[in-house]
């Protein structure tokens, strides 16, 4: 069946350090990939996302990196900090009209000071 | 800064009693979408309206969950009779419509069933 999946639950860095979150899909017809990131009690808040017909984008301090041979999409976030920690979510978007979201199950990401 | 609209924020009832969420994209979305995530897992899309019309309600339990978006704008979900097992976040979410990447969440309403 189709899955948007996560390889590490819990990610924990310094802060400063760069982290790297990453996700495995298995659907290869979705049309966008996207991170979302959820703080405890709140709802998920879009990164950043990628067209399948892309390989990296670059935000502010978040590039996400798209490996369609592997079916592999990353996350990675320079100079973390503090507020950097919450839940980190793929999800994918098939453009079948209606935009639908599909999620995988998330990883904490936990920077200490 | 426009926000997506959730009440309430936190519900306790007890298990056969009848609830409902109400939801308030942000103006001049179409598409409007509920959701539920339990503790420690991603969203789970229940149902996605485009306007007024419903377009995936495919895990939407329909023996005890309802939804409806009559005017295409506000959106109130309903579960009746409630279970121990519907105890979860139900997130609201919206997005311009057709083509549009990026869904704005609400604060979601954490129900408790007892």
């Known amino acids: 069946g189709e899955s948007v999946g996560l390889h590490l639950p819990t990610l924990s860095v310094q802060e400063g350090d760069n982290s790297i979150i990453n996700c495995a899909y298995s659907?290869?017809?979705?049309?966008?990939f996207i991170w979302y990131k959820q703080e405890s009690g709140k709802g998920p808040q879009f990164i950043i996302d990628?067209?399948?017909?892309?390989d990296k984008r670059q935000g502010q301090r978040v590039t996400v990196l798209l490996n369609k041979t592997v079916k592999h999409l990353s996350l990675q976030i320079a100079a973390t900090q503090p507020g950097d920690s919450a839940v980190y979510f793929c999800?994918?978007?098939?453009?079948?009209?209606?935009?639908?979201?599909?999620f995988g199950k998330g990883t904490m990401l936990l920077v200490s000071p | 800064e426009a926000e997506v609209a959730q009440s309430p924020r936190y519900k306790i009832t007890e298990k056969s009693q009848a609830v409902a969420f109400w939801c308030d994209p942000i103006?001049?979305?179409?598409?409007l979408y509920w959701y539920r995530q339990i503790l420690g897992q991603g969203p789970e899309l229940l149902v996605q309206?485009?306007?007024?019309?419903?377009?995936?309600d495919s895990q939407l339990p329909k023996d005890r969950f309802s939804a409806e978006r009559l005017k295409g704008v506000d959106s109130t979900l309903k579960i009746q009779p409630a279970e121990l097992g519907d105890s979860a976040m139900y997130l609201c979410?919206?997005?311009?419509?057709?083509?549009?990447?990026?869904?704005?969440f609400g604060q979601g309403t954490r129900l408790t069933v007892v």
């Open positions: 979410a919206s997005s311009l419509g057709r083509g549009a990447t990026e869904a704005f």
């Open positions: 659907n290869s017809a979705s049309d966008y």
């Open positions: 990628i067209r399948s017909n892309m």
């Open positions: 999800a994918e978007n098939k453009d079948s009209g209606y935009s639908t979201l599909t």
């Open positions: 103006s001049g979305h179409a598409t």
């Open positions: 309206f485009q306007d007024e019309s419903v377009v995936d």
